[in-house]
C-alpha cells in the first residue's frame, strides 16, 4: 500500500534549519545550559529541535509512555 502524501512533510529549507539552529542556541544562551534551565525554555528548545530531528520526538513520546505505563501499574 502507497504512503499518503497528506502526512509527509517538505524537507527543511537552510535557511530553515540554520534559523531553528540559531534561536536554539539564543535559549542556551538566555537560560544557560544545554539544555537551558528554564523549563519553558527547556520545552521551547526541545521542540524546536524536534522539528529538525522528528525521531527525537519519537524517542520523547516512547519515554513518556513508558513512565506513563509504570505508573499506572500498566504491562
Known sequence: MADSAIFRTAPLQA????????????L???FGGN???DAAA?????AMLEV???SRRAVRLQ???????A?????
Not at 519515554?63 to 505505563?69: I, R
Not at 505508573?71 to 504491562?75: N, V
Open 15 to 26: 535557511w530553515q534549519r540554520d534559523s531553528i539552529l540559531a534561536a536554539a542556541s539564543f
Open 28 to 30: 542556551r544562551q538566555q
Open 35 to 37: 539544555p537551558p534551565t
Open 42 to 46: 527547556k520545552a521551547v528548545h526541545d
Open 52 to 54: 529538525l530531528d522528528p
Open 63 to 69: 519515554k513518556e509512555k513508558s513512565v506513563a505505563a
Open 71 to 75: 505508573a499506572t501499574g500498566a504491562p
